[in-house]
């Protein structure tokens, strides 16, 4: 369905109504843990980026926020988005987007009772569903009855399988991925996404957030990486200020026991002098040897984590360089964009068996900030979702840290190719770290499908491509090694 403007907007406030109402509106955008809230949390986002530093606008979302139900207040918001998405063709693509998407899932759910409701007028956008109803719904003249012919929604309490799930998996046999059968029982993670700062100089990036968000929601879904619920712990744009962060951090090293350490960071990083940092929410430019997670300081709150973790994974999701249309963060003198993390800054995060970094692009690039084929995401955060829903190459229970390397460097260049940067297409390779290529340390539950495997040698070429990257890495690839790199990669983007 094609929608208007005001269409969009009256079918992403109907589904952010209810949750207002209903006091989840603290979930929403932070810690959802199913797909449905994920978007919604995007689509809420999404609102309170393009209304910030306008006045007005703010003002109507925090009244809208108070009183949802207040037709008055529903009237201004509407109004307020309209106006604000109108004015920028590429915000106004944005939220047509979130309105197809919100239209493919089903209704809001609802304790009790079903019924059809129309809303007659904008005043009355979420009136009527802002009780304990679902079902069909109409709005003036535009149907959004998505339930016509076949059962009514689940409620939002059981368990959605993922969309892309088209088998159950079989009961995981291995005690040393679960200690239960059905979760990755021994994953812990610490998801980090910052896509907003309170320092306006530097530059938004939704997508990193929206990366960490769902990623979050996918380690967590027991039908893919099957991480228990309350060992996954999520830290997004105001939640994820330093102090935060660093107690997350000394929280991971207390709880990991010898599991599998899993740390992610979208965001923004950036040279501090002859040092390097990752930008929290409240980084302050002016000051960012203090108020910025410094090499020295990540470094020594990942060593505890390091001394107590069987497994450490990092992934580093930084430097966002720009996209199309206004996201060409390069081009904004006024936007600051940050660096891609340097050598050292991530070798000394795995020094010994069993650890692990991955980066989302080499220390010389810039790593794209909108998908190709996902633009709600980054180019890595994209592949990286697409990599653990099962598109990963193996066959085994778990997904191994050198099946899913060989993935993203395979899918990520060409997925960010597409943006325009410095005169060219963006060059971007996601590079890989360890200093030991001794253990193919299982990353999360392989879900009950994939859509291929290059056969029996998949393990091994995935573990000769990560030799040939650390060789890159360390600038010792030879002529006959990139030969050989390049075949690999043309065989893993094949059979993928």
């Not at 008055?72 to 109004?79: S, T």
């Not at 307020?80 to 493919?104: M, S």
């Not at 099962?390 to 066959?395: L, M, T, V």
């Not at 392989?446 to 000769?464: E, F, H, K, V």
Request: charged residues 20%.
């Amino acid at each position: 369905m094609e929608y208007t403007l005001a269409e969009a907007a009256r079918q992403v406030l109907i589904y952010i109504v209810p949750l207002i109402a209903a006091g989840a509106l603290a979930k929403i955008g932070e810690d959802a843990s199913d797909t449905a809230t994920e978007l919604l949390g995007r689509a809420w986002d999404t609102l309170a980026r393009r209304f910030r530093g306008h006045d007005e606008a703010e003002a109507a979302l925090t009244l809208f926020k108070a009183k949802p139900q207040d037709k008055a207040r529903q009237h201004i918001i509407e109004a307020q988005v309209i106006e604000r998405f109108e004015a920028d063709p590429a915000a106004a693509a944005e939220l047509l987007a979130l309105a197809q998407a919100i239209a493919a899932m089903s209704p809001p759910a609802a304790p009790s009772r079903q019924h059809t409701q129309t809303i007659g007028d904008q005043a009355n956008v979420g009136v009527a569903i802002a009780g304990d109803h679902h079902g069909n719904l109409t709005i003036g003249s535009l149907d959004m009855s998505r339930n016509k012919g076949v059962p009514p929604a689940a409620p939002a309490s059981a368990p959605a399988a993922s969309p892309v799930v088209v088998a159950p998996r079989q009961r995981v046999d291995d005690p040393t991925l679960s200690a239960d059968g059905v979760h990755f029982s021994y994953g812990h993670a610490l998801i980090i996404g910052v896509g907003t700062y309170q320092d306006r100089r530097i530059r938004s990036v939704p997508t990193t957030a929206n990366d960490a968000r769902a990623v979050a929601s996918l380690l967590r879904d027991p039908h893919l990486a099957a991480y228990p619920d309350a060992q996954v712990r999520v830290l997004l744009d105001a939640k994820a200020s330093r102090t935060n962060i660093l107690d997350a951090l000394e929280d991971l090293a207390n709880r990991v026991g010898d599991g599998t350490a899993l740390i992610f960071f979208a965001g923004h990083g950036a040279p501090v002098g002859a040092d390097y940092a990752l930008l929290p929410y409240d980084a302050d430019l002016n000051d960012l040897a203090t108020t910025a997670l410094t090499t020295e300081v990540f470094q020594q709150r990942v060593a505890k984590i390091r001394a107590k973790a069987k497994r450490l994974i990092v992934l580093l999701n930084c430097c966002h360089a720009g996209g199309v249309g206004d996201t060409v963060l390069g081009a904004d003198p006024d936007g600051f964009s940050g660096d891609a993390p340097p050598a050292d800054f991530y070798r000394p995060l795995a020094v010994g068996s069993g650890q692990v970094v991955i980066s989302s692009s080499r220390p010389t690039q810039k790593s794209g900030a909108v998908s190709q084929t996902n633009p709600a995401h980054t180019p890595f955060g994209a592949q990286l979702l697409a990599a653990l829903r099962g598109k990963a190459p193996g066959a085994g229970a778990g997904v191994g840290i050198f099946e899913l390397f060989a993935y993203l460097r395979a899918q990520v260049p060409a997925d960010a190719r597409h943006i325009w940067y410095h005169g060219g297409p963006l060059v971007q390779e996601p590079l890989f770290y360890a200093s030991q290529l001794d253990d193919n340390l299982a990353v999360a539950l392989r879900p009950g499908w994939q859509s291929g495997t290059l056969g029996d040698d998949t393990l091994s070429l995935a573990m000769r491509l990560a030799e040939l990257e650390l060789a890159a890495e360390a600038g010792a690839l030879t002529a006959a090694q990139m030969a050989e790199r390049d075949l690999l990669l043309t065989r893993l983007v094949d059979g993928a």
